[in-house]
T-cell receptor
């Protein structure tokens, strides 16, 4: 398995609070992605990064922000968590073209 | 715009029966297509990609550009094949290998 670590793996938070999920890689890959997984929707891209300090929005970016200050870390922040953001969040990395590896997922529940 | 459709949310078969998980796509360029598998509460794993034309765990998939399909097939299903299967299409550009996923099909193989 590629060296991808997500933290926390499980979190319960209250509506309106900020939440940050961390993705850490040891592969020195250029591209990093955050997806959310919801039944019936598959995985949808939230944000992605193509280098340090280089990020862009994906399909479902509203309510989320990201930062990448180092190659190995890609942070996803929910600025003010809502119940609709209850989901499983997957980080992914890509080095070579057409090779993507996924993290183990972070289960977030917003109550 | 690119889109991936998996028309079946659930596919239930008996052990030893043939399996076909359907995937249709829309994409204006030349597509790169993949199948990912997710076993219960685990990370997504790449099962196969069309450019390598390989067979993994007995699964094969052929890209049919005329029908814009990339169906996943296995002649004899095994119980350990029970999992979620996602078809995905790659979009190239600044995001490297940014993937668009279908909604997923849950395969249940009954004994």
């Amino acid at each position: 398995d590629a060296g991808i670590t997500q933290s926390p793996r499980h979190k319960v938070t209250e509506t309106g609070t900020p939440v940050t999920l961390r993705c850490h890689q040891t592969e020195n890959h250029r591209y990093m992605y955050w997806y959310r997984q919801d039944p019936g929707h598959g995985l949808r891209l939230i944000h992605y990064s193509y280098g340090v300090k280089d990020t862009d929005k994906g399909e479902v970016s509203d309510g989320y922000s990201v930062s990448r200050s180092k190659t190995e870390d890609f942070l996803l922040t929910l600025e003010s968590a809502t119940s609709s953001q209850t989901s499983v969040y997957f980080c992914a990395i890509s080095g070579q073209i057409n090779t993507i590896y996924f993290g183990e997922g972070s289960w977030l529940t917003v109550v | 715009a690119q889109r991936v459709t998996q028309p079946e949310k659930l596919l239930s078969v008996f052990k030893g029966a043939p399996v076909e998980l359907k995937c249709n796509y829309s994409y204006s360029g030349s597509p790169e297509l993949f199948w990912y598998v997710q076993y219960s509460r685990q990370r997504l794993q790449l099962l196969l990609r069309h450019i390598s034309r390989e067979s993994i765990k007995g699964f094969t998939a052929d890209l049919n550009k005329g029908e814009t399909s990339f169906h996943l097939k296995k002649p004899f299903a095994q119980e350990e094949d029970s999992a979620m299967y996602y078809c995905a299409l790659s979009g190239l550009g600044n995001a490297g290998n940014m993937l668009t996923f279908g909604g997923g099909t849950r395969l249940m193989v009954k004994p």
